[in-house]
């Protein structure tokens, strides 16, 4: 488990010093993913819109939510922000320094999380909604667009 902690604390570091342009944005995405959102909002707004992407909601957090149980059962790690605390493998205070959000100061078990991986199934839910109602307008027009600029006949 101490390999797995310590490739997840270099990826940690690696988004936040890297992309700390984006935090804000970030943030705002892991927000409006919560999995908590999906029976009070994103289901009741889906199924309204269509019946069979609402249900896809709901089964993505049932299946995602059982799934990071069984995980965390089997797992049982601490959350990066522990476990550089309490590791022996840092030696003489050279814990890597990470920056700590609402959304990371939870307790129990945090590997894997359960928030990154119901925020990822809510956000592939809508997004491949979203484009399943774009997508057939868009690739005929790109494809009429793309023949036209080739001189083809259509």
Partial sequence: MDFL????ILVIQH???DYRAY????????????PRNIFSVYFPLWFQLNQTVGTKMI????????????FK??????????????????????????EQFP??????????????MGSSCV????????????GGRIDKSSVTLHRYA????I
């Fill in 5 to 8: 902690h310590r490739n997840g």
């Fill in 15 to 17: 988004l936040q010093k």
């Fill in 23 to 34: 935090r804000d944005f970030l943030n705002f995405m892991s927000s409006v993913g919560d």
């Fill in 59 to 70: 089964w993505v957090a049932v299946i995602g939510d059982w799934f990071n149980l069984i």
């Fill in 73 to 98: 059962w089997i797992l049982f790690g601490h959350r990066p922000y522990w476990w550089v605390q309490e590791t022996q493998i840092y030696t003489n205070h050279s814990s890597p320094w990470l």
């Fill in 103 to 116: 959304t990371t100061c939870e307790t129990g078990p945090g590997s894997p999380s359960g928030h990154a």
């Fill in 123 to 134: 956000w592939y839910v809508m997004v491949t909604a979203a484009l399943s109602y774009t």
């Fill in 150 to 153: 080739c001189g083809r006949s």
